[in-house]
């Protein structure tokens, strides 16, 4: 098993967030495991992505050409990545900041309303659970156990009270996603 990911959108969305969750689950499974960020200097409202490699083998390079998987929640995001994810490979968007559809017809197109469900559970900051639930919905790479201990590895203990919040969210992003 080897999976090839980028998380992209705007800094303030938990993209960086997502990406060390899901790196951090990996390494709890005794997977090989890469997370390289790549930010602006700007916090919030600036372009960010991560690039996360899990795998049962040593990888070779955290640098990438292509995609299994591409998460992307604007539209700059989709403009980037939609034509670097591998021929067969899965996109996944958020429909709140995408207002060009998907051209591509040879990859898997996944949306999640990630944004309104979010907005429905009182709380923005479940977005980026939102979309991790309905990633591992699609590819069940890490087990939710796992991701609960890497939330908890991530998250400061001031806030280890947010982690039943972020399962439900994780869930709720796996009951909502569904193929374009």
Do not use: C
């Amino acid at each position: 098993m080897k999976e090839e990911i980028i998380i992209a959108g705007f800094g303030g969305q938990g993209v960086l967030s997502m990406g060390k969750i899901l790196a951090y689950s990996g390494l709890m499974e005794g997977k090989e495991v890469t997370w390289m960020p790549s930010y602006g200097p700007e916090q919030r409202g600036g372009t960010a992505n991560v690039t996360v490699i899990l795998s049962d083998q040593p990888i070779s390079s955290p640098i990438l050409n292509e995609y299994d998987i591409a998460i992307v929640l604007n539209q700059p995001s989709m403009d980037k990545f939609e034509s670097k994810v591998k021929p067969g490979g899965i996109l996944i968007y958020d429909s709140y900041g995408i207002h060009k559809p998907v051209t591509r017809t040879d990859i898997n197109v996944y949306q999640v309303d990630a944004m309104d469900a979010a907005t429905e559970m009182k709380n923005e900051k479940a977005f980026n659970m939102i979309i991790l639930g309905g990633l591992l919905k699609i590819v069940p790479m890490v087990e939710l156990e796992n991701v609960l201990l890497g939330l908890k590895k991530s998250l400061p203990e001031r806030h280890h009270k947010l982690i039943p919040m972020n399962e439900a969210a994780i869930k709720k992003g796996m009951e909502i996603i569904q193929k374009v």
